[in-house]
């Protein structure tokens, strides 16, 4: 599965730690957040991944290296600056092998999502994204999209949830997409009026890390799980 960890921002809502270092090598329980990340998808069995960098992408690179050590093996999509979600996704196909489906998580979530809720793949006739939903957390009441009982995404309706930084992507969405735009949700949009997006209700843990209290709040929950991390 063509895997992309999207890790290419600025974190400027969790500065002043982001100054010197990149959000995604923040320490969550003794390990870097993307550390995290790995080796869920290692577990899924995931075994080759992109990580697209801009900000302090160098340290990014020094510190997971080719994968090796988390049982992977990884490769790097350069921005020299970002690119945001659809401009990356654009600058790192080149990068994934000949698959059309492209699973695409956000460098700053943790969770404990299982990937493997992901397949079977959709029928790209009738399905374009897969996106993954969530509860709205305290600091996103209003939510992102409505999921219909059939599992379609659409861009509002009631009962609205927040999106995960989760998705499977299929090629076609990001190829057609028109080139001004470096923007993923107004392409999800569109798709969604075609009936083209699906969606599952994720219950269990997740956290968008985007602030130094977010972050110390899941250090904590993670060393209390893991009284040893």
Not at 49 to 69: H, M, R
């Amino acid at each position: 599965m063509n895997t992309l960890i999207l890790a290419a921002g600025r974190g400027e809502r969790m500065r002043p730690l982001t100054l010197t270092t990149p959000k995604p090598l923040l320490p969550a329980a003794g390990q870097p957040l993307i550390v995290h990340q790995l080796q869920r998808l290692a577990a899924a069995g995931i075994r080759h991944l992109v990580i697209n960098t801009a900000w302090l992408g160098e340290q990014i690179e020094q510190a997971l290296g080719d994968g090796a050590d988390f049982g992977l093996g990884i490769r790097y999509s350069r921005e020299p600056e970002p690119l945001e979600t659809l401009g990356g996704l654009r600058n790192a196909l080149p990068l994934f092998d000949d698959g059309d489906w492209i699973l695409v998580v956000n460098g700053d979530i943790w969770s404990d999502f299982d990937f493997h809720t992901l397949w079977p793949l959709p029928d790209p006739q009738h399905c374009l994204a897969r996106l993954v939903l969530v509860d709205n957390p305290g600091q996103h009441p209003q939510g992102d999209f409505h999921l219909d009982k059939q599992g379609q995404v659409h861009g509002s309706g009631p009962d609205q949830l927040t999106f995960a930084g989760i998705s499977l992507l299929h090629r076609q969405l990001i190829e057609q997409a028109p080139l001004a735009e470096n923007r993923l949700a107004p392409v999800l949009k569109t798709a969604m009026t075609r009936g083209l997006v699906s969606g599952l209700h994720h219950q269990g843990q997740w956290q968008d890390i985007g602030t130094p209290e977010r972050l110390a709040n899941l250090d904590r929950q993670l060393r209390q799980q893991d009284p040893h991390s």
